[in-house]
C-alpha cells in the first residue's frame, strides 16, 4: 500500500473516531440536560428550570406534570421545562437571565435578586427544608468527631440545605471544616448519597426529599446507609420569574401552582415531589436566608454563586 493511501486512510479513520466522539458526547449532552420537547416557533415559550435537587430524570418525571397542568391554562404560550447538568450550570443559566421561571433553593433564590429575578413564590413545608449527613451502618462513625480526618461529600458549593446548612452544623458541633476534613464537591445529591454508599467518603451530606426520593428507586442503600445527622430546619425552595415577564402568564402560573393542594389532580402532581403545596412569596420572605449566610460566610468560608 502506498504512503498515499496510508495517509488517507489515517485521516479517515481519525475523522470518525473525531465523529464518533462527538456524537457520544450529544447524546450524553441530551441525556443530561434537555428541552422535554422542541419549541413550537408559532408560539412564545417560557423555560422553567428546576436546580438538581433530582437527576435530569427524575426531575422531568416529578416536575413535567405540573409543567403540563399550566400548559393547559396557556393560550399562545407554553412553559417549557429545563434541567441542568449540575448546580454549576444551574447557577450560570440563572446568572445569565435563561430563565423564565425557575426553582432554585433560597441562596439561589437570594441571589437571583442581583440578575433581575423577583419571588412569587415558594415550596411548603419548610420544617422539610434541612440539610441531612449520611454515614454508612458498618463504618463506626458515632459521633461528629470521628469524622476528623474523613472525606465528606456534598452535592456542590452553593446548595444550602445539602451543603452550607451541614458545613454549619459541623463547625458549631467541633469540625473545622477547612482543616480537620476533606470536602468533595461531587456534582449531584445522587453523586453525593453513593459516594457514602460505595465507601468514596466516610460522609455524604444531602437533603430529605432527595433522599427519599433515591431509596425509593434504589432500596438496597438504605440497607446499608444510615442518617447520623439532621441540621435545624431554615425556609424551602423559591420561585422566582424574570422581572419583565407578562403579568398575564405570571397570573396563570401562578394561578395553578398556588392551587394544587386544593384539587385531587393538584394533589397527585404534588406528592412526587414530597411536599403538600406551594405558598405565594415575595424577596422579603427570603431574608431570613441571608441572615444564615452572613453567619456561614462569618463562621464557616466564604461564597461565590460561580
Known sequence: MSI?????????????VVLFTGCFNDKKEIKEEVF???KNLNIKTYIFGVHPLLNSKKLFEVYQPLVD????????????????????????KMIDGHFDFALPNPYQTITSLKYG????????????????????????????????????????????AATMMPQY????HGIDINKDITNNYVGTHASSIMNVYLNKSSASATWPLAWKSYIKENPQIEKEVEVKWKTKELINNGL?????????????FSNVVFNLHNT????????PMEISKYEK????TFFIVTEFLNKFKNTVRPLDIN
Do not use: C, H, W
Open 4 to 16: 498515499i493511501k496510508s495517509n488517507k486512510m489515517i485521516v479517515l479513520f481519525l475523522t470518525l
Open 36 to 38: 422535554i420537547e422542541k
Open 69 to 92: 397542568e399550566i400548559n393547559k391554562n396557556m393560550t399562545n404560550a407554553k412553559i417549557i421545562l429545563e434541567s441542568s447538568r449540575n448546580y454549576a450550570s444551574f447557577n450560570k
Open 117 to 160: 429575578y423577583k419571588v412569587f413564590g415558594k415550596m411548603g413545608d419548610d420544617s422539610s427544608f434541612r440539610g441531612i449527613i449520611l454515614v454508612r451502618k458498618d463504618s463506626n462513625i458515632n459521633k461528629v468527631s470521628d469524622l476528623k480526618g474523613k472525606i465528606i461529600a456534598y452535592p456542590a458549593p452553593t446548595a444550602l
Open 169 to 172: 452544623y459541623l463547625q458549631t
Open 240 to 252: 422566582i420569574v424574570k422581572i419583565g415577564t407578562p403579568n398575564n402568564i405570571t397570573n396563570i
Open 264 to 271: 385531587a389532580t393538584g394533589k397527585k402532581i404534588l406528592a
Open 281 to 284: 412569596a415575595t424577596n422579603k
